[in-house]
């Protein structure tokens, strides 16, 4: 069921995707939907229908109905296969997902207005000035979703404070550094939304993601 | 100034760009708040412009905006010493 991949998959699902019921019917089990339908409603099941299967899609070609998503006690996704790692986010009508035989994390968000004291409380001067943007909320939801990324990779939760994250630049590449461990964190816009993935550092030169789109 | 449950609903609304007078403190939180996005960004607010300091594994326990604003209201004065 499980496709076998050096790389890491990235998958973008736009709500567009879920008009059709067949695609519902294609990724979900009639008890997978019963579950999602029964605890969520409107936008929020939207979201998790695009999260679900933009997973199922990064780490199975056609069996999507039997890639089963769990979570652990840390609220973190976990797939049936105990080696591979999965992240899932959603965000205002767009869900994305990533997977690889490695750590991964991701995180996407819809570009909106924010309040200044957001962008002081994740990130410091010299952060900020590492980014080009003039709009300073594309600037504070490219930090947030650079640390967001690698937080999940860590399995911490909220509580996990974004100013213990330090982000540096080297020529075009961002990385964060958390305590003893360093990610190459990477973020792009796409209509409206910054998309980011991270993993590892030290195994840059290896790593490919790959990225498809759904919509 | 002390903040009152009615203002804290003013700041959840502000924040979470919803139309004046349309949450109450019936209100689940999670259909104001999207993402952990939003709650830093609560914390934030409340934290620079009226000095209230929240932890946020705590402020995510909570369930209702009525709950929040409990949980806010109970913290302000500690926050201030």
Redesign the interface.
Known sequence: MFQEFMHMQLVVVSSSYLSDKVVEEEYFSSDELTYLSGNFQGN?LRDKLLGRIAVKHSVSENDFKKVIIQYNNFGKPVLDISSMFCSIAH??GLGIAGAAFFKIGVDV?LI????E??L???ASEEEISLFDEENPDTIVTKI?VMK?AVSKALGV???YP?TDMKIEKDKKDYSVIVECSKWFAKVFLREGYVIGYCYPYEEIQKRIVKITYLQ | MKLTEQKIIEIIEA?F?QKRGSINSATPL?DVA????D???F???L???HNIVI???EI?KVTTVKEVADYVLSHQDISKN
């Open positions: 929020k965000s205002y968000e909106r207005n924010h309040e004291s957001l002081r409380s994740i947030w967001e939760g909220i509580a974004f | 924040v760009e999670e999207k993402d952990s996005m709650i830093i960004e914390i934030s607010i934290k620079n412009k932890n946020p594994a995510i």
